[in-house]
């Protein structure tokens, strides 16, 4: 028999929740800086690194921020993209669904469509050379107003062949779902999937908005909806797709213990929980080490692993045959 660890690094898998620019690694961040003539307030990388150190969701929000402050050109999207697809194929994840934040960009004078061609033209490229398939989701910063967000959509219509979905990401207290009821009406009319982080660091309440409001098709993180017993039932009854990173609630301290981690205990409760990297450059792990950590600190079983790769496969914003094909592939793989 295997150990899990060689079990987990070599099975195909999905990621499903992955902010794009939460993969810039402080070696790139470096080179664009130097290529951009741009400043930073780290003297290398190991000063990146240190500086690494969260307590909360705003804490990492405002590293993340400043550190895309070095994605100026059509060539810095895709290289970034690129990076992480390459990574990636070391973990064996066969499909991709990326989010991008179009308003860290566009705030600072960067085009709309520069940052959406650098990084669909790596994306082209990951399924040709590495057989990654991938698809594109957009998020709206939920600390901006609707109007901002309106705006965004506008600029997303032209790209409505790339962009498959709509999220909500950003500072999540205080910022509730129903701010952008409106646009994600206006956003499902348009033919876009919808998801939305959500009980993150909200409250259950929030959860709750983001079905009933919102009406997602997809959950982002949804951790805290385990605080309401009926939102719990209700998640499981409908089957629901929650797209939980686990180092990435270690580090912003939701999850002080990851032997304490949700994600075991959702199964259990039979939530449809996937696992995700988040910002894998700022969280210290990708996808293999986000199962490694809670299959080291819960003690999943074999089943549980698998369970958790099918979910990914099954919530993924693919066709019925690609699922097939995915489904195929883990089969293959399981067989041995
Ligand atoms: O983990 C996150 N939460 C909320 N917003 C984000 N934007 C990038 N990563 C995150
Ligand atoms: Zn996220």
Known sequence: MTSHRDFIDNM??????LHIEGSLEPELMFTLAKRNNISLPYGSVEEVRAAYQFTELQDFLDI???GMSVLITEQDFHDLTWAYLERIKADNVMHTEIFF???GHTERGIAFDTVVS???RALAEGEQKLGITSRLILCFLRHLSEEAAFETLKDA???KDKIIGVGLDSSELGHPPSKFERVFRAAREEGFLLVAHAGEEGPPEYVIEALDLLQVDRLDHGNRSLEDEALTRRLADMQIALTVCPL???KLAGVKDMRKHPIKTML????KATVNSDDPAYFGGYMNDNYHAIDEALGLTRDQIITLARNGIDASFTSEAEKQSMHARLAAYLAG
């Open 12 to 17: 195909p898998k999905t990621e499903l929740h």
């Open 64 to 66: 993340y921020y400043q």
């Open 101 to 103: 934040d179009p308003q």
């Open 118 to 120: 650098g990084i669909t």
């Open 157 to 159: 219509l032209r790209h």
């Open 248 to 250: 990435s609630n270690h």
């Open 268 to 271: 259990e409760k039979g939530l």
